[in-house]
Structures are given as C-alpha cells and as structure tokens.
C-alpha cells in the first residue's frame, strides 16, 4: 500500500496546504513541521507558479510571497529535503513548470517526478492539468511510483467523471464549490452533490476549497468525505504573521493549534464504531 | 489543423481546472454547430451584424505616398475603420452573439489596450448582454479613453493589480471569475489564444479580414499580395488577415512583434524588455495551451513590455507558434522607438493615425520594403486616438526623427 493510501487507514486524514517558501525558506521549513505536530495525515506543498490560475487572492498572494524570496523548483527540491516530517507529501503545482524542469539534455515530466521521487514527494497535484493531457505526467508517476491525484469539481459530470475516475490515484480531491480556492464560512451543498457522485469510487475522497474551521472539517467528514483539505485558512496565519511582524515561532504555534482544531473537527465528523455512520455503510 | 484535436503540430490543447472543463466542451460544441456548420443560420446573423453594426466590409486602401516614398504598391486593410476602431470587433461580436445562441447569461472579458474590452462592451450593449471587463491597473493608466468608452457602454471595468498590472494579470484574474461563475458566465476571450477551441474560434471570426482583403487585392492590383504584414500581440488579427493566404505558398507572412526597448532578457529579474514571444519565445503553458512564451529557465512567465499595450503580452497562439516553427510564417520585430517612427509616418503620409500596435506593422515595412515585393498588403489592425496621450509623452520623451514638434506642443499646451 502507498504511504498516502496508508494515511487514510486510520480515520479521516487531515491534509493542510502550505505554500513552500512562504514568507521565506526558513520559516516556512518550520510552519510544515507545525503542522504535523498539530496532527497533519498528509501534507500538500505548493510549488510557486507565478500564473497561479486556479487559486484566490489569499493563497495567489503567498505564492507571490515565495517566489520573491527566491523559491525556484530546484530550491523546492531542496526544502523538501530539508524537511523534517514523516507524512507523505504532495506537491501541488502548475503544470509548466513541471514541463520545463530539467537541462539541456531532458525536459519535462520524466526529470520533473524523477527527481521529485527522490526527495520524498509521494504524489502531485496539477490544477490546470486535465486528464485529457495528463498521459506523460501519468507515466512517469507509474515509472516512479508516485500518485496522480485528480479534482473533480462540481461542474465534473458524465463522461468526465468516467475519464478522471481511471485516471486517478492517491485520493480523489473533491473541490466543495466553484471558483478559486479562498476560505469561506459557508460550505456548500454542492459538496453532497460531488461525494454522492462519486461515492462508488475505489479511492479516498477529500474535500477541500474553502474549509477554514474545525466545525467545516466535521461537516465535510459527517457528508461522507475521507478526509479534508485546508489551505487558505492556513495560509492566512502566514500572512498575519508577515503583516504584523510576528516572529515564526509565534506564527508556527498557531499554525500547530489551527491544525489541532481542523484534525480534531474531522475526527469528530467520523462515524464511531458504535454507531456506524449511515452515509458510510 | 484539426478542429477535433485542439492542436496545432504541437502546440495547443486545453490546460485548466476541472471547475472550466465542462464549459470548454460546451463552448467546443457550440462553436462547431453554429460556426463550422452555420445551424440556425447563425453565421448568417453573425456577418449581417457585421456590416450594418460592425460596418464591414472595411476598406482596402492603395496608399499612393507610401508607396511613392517605398517603390512598391502599398495596400492598407483599414481595419481602423471598423466600429471601435480596431479589428476586436470582428471576435467579441461573433462570441458575445455565440453566447446569447448558447442561452449564457453575463459576459466577462479581459483586456490589454483596452480594445478587445471596448469591443466587448460594444457587442454587449447592442446585443443585450452584462458585461464586465477585467484590466491591468498599468493598463489602465495608459488606455484611459477605452476604459471611459467601456463604461459609456455600460461595462463594469475591474482593474487587476497584481504583478505589472497588463494583460497576463487582466487573463488569469477573468479566468478565475470565469472558474467561479461558470455555469452561467461565458468567456470573451480577446485573442487566439487560450485553451481549444478559442485559438481556432477567434481566428475563424477574424477570417473575415483576409476573405475581404484577397477578393480586394486581387481586384486593384490583379494579384495576390507578394507580401502581407502586421502586428502580433496574441495574434489575433494577424491570424485573421494571413488565414485566407496560408495555402498561398508564395505570399510572405510577417508577423510583426513588439521588440520593445531590448530583445535581451533579464533572466535575474524575470523581465524582458519585450513582447518578443515568436522571435524569443520558448515552449510553455500559459492560459491554457501549449505555445510559445516568454519565460525564465523554470517556466516562471516573464513580464513583458512593449509602449503599446496591445502587444504587450507574454504568450501568443499557438497556430502562429506552429505557423512560424513550420517556416510558413516569418516572425520579425521592431522596437518601441521605431514603432513611433512607423506611427507618425503613417500619419504625417496617408493621414491615417495607426494604433501603436499596427504601428509596428508599418515600421517594419519602412525598413524593409526592399524585401517584401511589388505588393504589400499592410494590416491597420486599429487606429490610434486611444494611443494619443502615450504618442505625445513617448515622443517628447525619445528622440523620434520623423515627430512633429512635440516638446514645444507639450510646454505650450498646443499654443505654438
Ligand atoms: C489595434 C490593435 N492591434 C493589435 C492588437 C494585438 O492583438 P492581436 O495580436 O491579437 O491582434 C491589439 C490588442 O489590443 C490592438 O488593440
């Protein structure tokens, strides 16, 4: 079994979004292992794409805090390196620069997961990457033994949802609402419509745009969801933390307790052994 | 190409969310009954609109000193003189009534010179339609009277502030509003570019420039044009006025790009002083194809920069990309200063004040008619009353040879 299969053995997975580099290399070294302090199950690390054009104002605003300090793919490699976790990693980018990685001699998705792989990233997700273009990528992930995570929106219907459904690997990321991704208070039903669609899938499903507290977290994990998926909510700690010029140790223990929240909400969301929970039987 | 694939040899395709996915099927659906096979006459309404709102068809013009002062025959395609006075209208008025056949709702656009945006709102006004349009705060700056023509015509303008402020900021921020409305909510996509099957939609709705100016040349000069020249942003009028002469192997196609202040790039910045994609460009995705683009050796986009902001764009369509890997189109540039040569030359020669944009179309044929042939079909893509302010400040700026006297104009106010 993959390590990121493995993650949703035990109960709901908690899977917190942080972009690489943001404000800067060193503190966020320390904001990712925050969060499997306050219980991450997988952790999704964005790789600065300067035409971000899937997400909103709050994580577009972190990824532009990181490429100003410096990030670049080759320094991400290295930060992943540098990390000190043990829960799998995912890396969330665009897909140009996973065509571009690489030197004179090769180019592209095959050096892109190659050296990926060898750093400890477990699987990728590619927001403007469809499964209509996704056959290189795919490759090189079954060459490397990485997943290939796909989202399925809630305008995915039909056919789509046949094409991505033998396209995916790792879990499924089912995105709550349309739009960007941005933290939100209301959730909606839109989520029921997505997960009822897929609810036959043989892959973990996990919920994510817009999920931003505890009682969202047990909402999502209550609607059937296997796990979710928080990355604005975080990322907004991070920009407080630059606005008011607090020191990274203060930022990194509230990103901890932020992330307690979030675990200990979709652990509340998940049917008991008692009392099995009726959407999951 | 194939309209089933997307793809132009290897550039093209569909790179975007999930979320947008199922509208590009819709949209690749609609495009293919209404505009390839005309189902409820639909290109009947679309080319009827055109010549009694549009006023087309637009002149093809024997430009008698520029051709004195060339020995050559010069023909202007005055796509200036079509409503709103460049050829945008052509795109926004086929895919703004394309919606409407398609039961869409709203109407977003984004734009660079703020022509495509006042094109856009030109067809939605007189189609019925709500339209907002989204626009680089630079951009802004620089266009002010299309932002004023835009909301004359009642579109909400929202400016975009990230990053420079241009056009790459204006399309990834409609894209965003589009992922989070799309149900309702169509594309006015400004160029031919983007994902399938925008790249061949916008060129098929700006066709309409090469099928008026073959059938003209022909009739004044009694031949196919040995050459055809303009300017290439995007490249959507340039694709609209070579797309009938593609099969003509022996018409030269010049694509004219904005070489800006440098052809050189800052790689340590991320900038490059240009809009140079054909001539400098490398292979990328960028707003949902696979194409040529400006960027660094990670695949960052660079910001690009041209004084027109038309052209000022890191990415350009894929077609053209194929068409000029292929050999069958021929990429050259001209700087800033240059392209204020090639503006007032037109002015000062034809009395006809070019878009700084088709500037750049002119200025090339200033300095290489010897090369280009007897005959030169030249592409006014638009007409330069919005470029006004720019003209008078980067004039007064720079030393341009052939520029009236600006500075005294400037200092007195016009009392000189
Ligand atoms: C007058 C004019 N010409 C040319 C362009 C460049 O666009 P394209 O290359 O798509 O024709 C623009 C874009 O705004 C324009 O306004």
Redesign the interface.
């Known amino acids: 079994m993959s390590r990121i299969s493995a993650a949703f053995e035990d109960g709901p997975a908690f899977i917190p979004y942080l972009a690489a580099g943001d404000p800067n290399y060193e503190a966020s070294l320390s904001y990712v292992e925050a969060l499997e302090r306050g219980g991450a199950d997988v952790i999704e690390l964005g790789l600065p794409?300067?035409?971000?054009?899937?997400?909103?104002p709050t994580i577009?605003s972190a990824i532009?805090r990181s490429?100003e300090g410096g990030m670049?793919?080759?320094r991400f490699f290295e930060f992943v390196e540098d990390l000190d976790v043990d829960v799998p990693l995912v890396c969330m980018t665009?897909?140009?620069?996973i065509?571009?990685?690489g030197d004179d001699e090769e180019r592209g998705p095959e050096a892109f997961v190659r050296r990926a792989a060898e750093v400890g990233i477990d699987g990728f997700v590619v927001?403007?990457?469809?499964a209509?273009?996704a056959d290189p990528l795919r490759e090189a992930c079954d060459a490397h033994d990485c997943e290939l995570i796909?989202?399925?929106?809630?305008?995915?219907?039909g056919e789509?949802l046949e094409r991505?459904m033998s396209q995916v690997s790792g879990y499924v990321y089912v995105?709550a609402r349309?739009?960007?991704t941005g933290a939100r208070t209301d959730l909606s039903d839109q989520t029921d419509a997505s997960l009822e669609r897929i609810a036959e899938w043989d892959v973990p499903k996990a919920v994510g745009f817009g999920i931003s507290s505890g009682d969202h977290a047990q909402r999502v994990i209550e609607a059937g969801a296997d796990g979710v998926i928080v990355g604005s909510a975080l990322v907004d700690i991070v920009a407080q933390g630059v606005e008011r010029g607090d020191p990274p140790v203060t930022v990194a223990n509230r990103l901890e307790s932020k992330a307690r929240e979030l675990k200990e909400g979709a652990l509340r969301g998940a049917p008991s052994d008692e009392q099995p929970h009726p959407e999951r039987t | 190409m194939s309209s089933e694939t997307g793809k132009f040899g290897e550039y093209g395709g569909q790179y975007v969310p999930e979320a947008l996915m199922p509208a590009i099927e819709e949209l690749e659906d609609a495009y293919e009954r209404y505009v390839l096979n005309n189902e409820d006459g639909f290109m009947d309404d679309f080319r009827e609109r055109l010549a009694d709102f549009g006023g087309r068809p637009t002149p093809l013009q024997h430009a008698k000193r520029l051709s004195d002062r060339y020995d050559c025959d010069v023909y202007l395609k005055r796509e200036d003189l079509l409503h709103g006075g460049a050829h945008k209208l052509n795109n926004a008025l086929g895919q703004v009534l394309l919606a409407k056949y398609m039961g869409k709702e709203r109407i977003i656009a984004e734009t660079g010179a703020g022509q495509h945006g006042t094109a856009t709102a030109m067809a939605c006004a007189h189609l019925g339609m709500p339209c907002e349009v989204y626009m680089g705060r630079r951009d802004i700056n620089r266009q002010r009277p299309n932002v004023f023509r835009m909301r004359l015509n009642g579109a909400e303008v929202n400016p975009v502030t990230v990053g420079r402020g241009t056009l790459k900021e204006a399309i990834s921020e409609t894209m965003r509003d589009w992922a989070t409305n799309v149900e309702d909510t169509h594309y006015v996509i400004g160029s031919v570019v983007g994902p399938h099957p925008f790249p061949a939609m916008v060129r098929d709705f700006q066709r309409v420039i090469s099928e008026e100016a073959r059938e003209q040349i022909r009739e004044k000069a009694g031949q196919l044009p040995d050459s055809v020249v303009t300017c290439a942003g995007g490249g959507s009028n340039t694709m609209g006025v070579f797309a009938e002469f593609v099969d003509d192997e022996d018409v030269g196609l010049y694509a004219v790009e904005a070489g800006g202040s440098s052809l050189e790039v800052n790689e340590e910045e991320g900038v490059a002083p240009n809009s140079a994609t054909l001539s400098t460009g490398t292979e990328g995705v960028l707003h949902g194809s696979r194409t040529r683009v400006l960027q660094d050796r990670d695949g960052q986009i660079m910001e690009s920069h041209s004084v027109s902001a038309g052209l000022d764009y890191a990415g350009v369509g894929p077609e053209l990309a194929d068409l000029t890997d292929r050999g069958r189109v021929t990429a050259v540039n001209v700087d800033d200063d240059r392209a204020l040569e090639g503006f007032h030359r037109l002015s000062q020669l034809e009395g006809v004040i070019p878009a700084l944009e088709s500037a750049h179309a002119v200025a090339y044929v200033e300095a290489h008619h010897d090369e280009l042939g007897d005959v030169v079909l030249l592409n006014v893509s638009g007409r330069g009353d919005k470029d006004l302010e720019t003209v008078l400040e980067e004039t007064h700026n720079r030393d341009i040879e052939n520029a009236p006297d600006i500075d005294t104009f400037a200092a007195t106010g016009g009392f000189q």
Do not use: C, H, M, W
Request: glycine share 4%; hydrophobic share 35%; no cysteine.
């Open positions: 794409f300067s035409e971000p054009i899937a997400e909103g577009q532009v490429l670049t793919p080759t665009y897909y140009n620069l065509y571009q990685f927001p403007d990457l469809p209509e273009e796909f989202i399925v929106a809630p305008t995915t219907k789509r991505i995105q349309l739009g960007t």
